[in-house]
């Protein structure tokens, strides 16, 4: 059997045995698996190889891309600003940033932008990886776009654009980077490993990733908005191993950290905004968060999605196992989650580096969700 290493308490020892096995069973390559419940870590696992050669084990502090977890983090950073009243989900985005009320877009809100209803899914014309790298000129384009629907109707999964959106706010309102807010506000205050591209420093203990089977985009219409979404900001997966990639500011899907990491960022939001004596939301913040903005068949994803702020909400499609209710979470590129349960005061983080397809979990995602919820009813 494969070896893994931390911290399980015994009414979880089912979970522990199903990350040992979907390790030796070749389902994960490493992984990290995080629970923590009103604020006491009662999970803390990991194990397996942090390169596909199985050269470097998955040690305790071993950081892996999480691709749109990075966007949970980036919604925190939001909800902080709007807790402080510097930013409004109802006002426009043209208040904090004129330019974007370019080509029809005088209408959409911080709102919009937070729920993925803003019509702005991704570039038209197309843009190169080297271009989302560019995050200045990228967030140019952005601000010069016409929206694809009329915001707020639907919503349409801001696959790269949702973290350019969000920090151009932050950048317009506080004067700092995205990266540097969240740096600043976020993880150094609550003492988490986790970080918007990455210093080279840090490349020596990163998880390299396995790639997920190729898209089936032949399948989609050449008209549809999700066709339109996935090939106007294309970012292969081996690219976040590349420099430019780990340099750039890419909101939406270059955050590296673990499962302890977004597990402990999480747990702001399940903890009714307080964590170790620090208050970083009130608890009305955190209510506009989790209140349901739209709820329908999301034109990117394809799937019934439900949206707050920033969050999505429970929704048979998403990821398995996970409970109606005060509940609120989102997934990463190939498999890692995160899920804030404010009814539980739980927090759940997973990170890994051998992708599945899709964006909502993987099998292995629904497993450790299942069993966790599962050891609770026991």
């Not at 109707?153 to 151009?168: A, D």
């Not at 997920?212 to 032949?218: E, H, R, S």
């Not at 399948?219 to 292969?236: D, K, M, N, T, Y």
């Not at 990821?319 to 979470?329: A, E, H, K, T, Y």
Request: glycine content about 10%.
């Amino acid at each position: 059997m494969a070896e893994i290493h931390g911290l399980c308490k015994p009414e979880f020892d089912h979970v522990r045995r199903i990350f040992q096995e979907r390790i030796a069973q070749g389902e994960e390559l490493g992984a990290s698996l995080c629970v923590d419940i009103k604020g006491e870590t009662v999970i803390d696992l990991w194990g397996g190889h942090a390169d596909p050669a199985k050269t470097r084990p998955w040690e305790e502090d071993t950081l892996t891309v999480v691709w749109s977890c990075s966007k949970v983090v980036c919604a925190l950073a939001a909800a902080i600003l709007i807790d402080r009243g510097v930013l409004d989900p109802d006002e426009k985005v043209s208040k904090y940033w004129p330019e974007f009320a370019a080509n029809g877009k005088e209408n959409i809100t911080v709102g919009h932008v937070l729920s993925h209803t803003s019509g702005l899914p991704s570039w038209e014309p197309p843009i190169t990886f080297q271009e989302i790298c560019d995050t200045p000129k990228s967030t140019e384009k952005l601000a010069q776009q016409a929206p694809w629907w009329t915001p707020g109707q639907s919503s349409g999964y801001q696959l790269v654009t949702h973290g350019h959106l969000i920090g151009e706010l932050v950048r317009r309102t506080t004067g700092k980077s995205l990266k540097q807010f969240i740096t600043e506000e976020i993880a150094e205050p609550l003492g988490a490993d986790f970080r918007l591209g990455l210093e080279q420093k840090d490349w020596s203990r990163t998880a390299d990733i396995t790639p997920p089977p190729p898209m089936a985009l032949d399948r989609l219409s050449p008209e549809s908005v999700a066709r339109r979404a996935f090939i106007g900001a294309v970012i292969e997966a081996e690219e976040s191993m590349s420099l430019e990639f780990r340099n750039a500011e890419i909101g939406a899907s270059n955050g590296f950290g673990n499962a302890r990491s977004l597990c402990r960022i999480g747990s702001v939001i399940s903890l009714g905004g307080t964590r170790d004596g620090k208050t970083y939301l009130s608890q009305e913040t955190i209510e506009q968060m989790i209140q349901e903005r739209i709820n329908g068949q999301d034109l990117v994803l394809g799937k019934s999605l439900r949206f707050g702020l920033g969050v999505g909400l429970p929704a048979p499609e998403t990821i398995s196992g996970i409970p109606q209710g005060r509940v609120c979470f989102w997934g990463g590129w190939g498999g890692s989650t995160i899920i804030m349960d404010l009814d539980r005061q739980m927090t759940i983080g997973y990170a890994m580096n051998k992708m599945a397809s899709g964006t909502l979990g993987n099998a292995n995602t629904g497993a450790y969700v299942e069993e966790i919820y599962r050891a609770l009813d026991r």
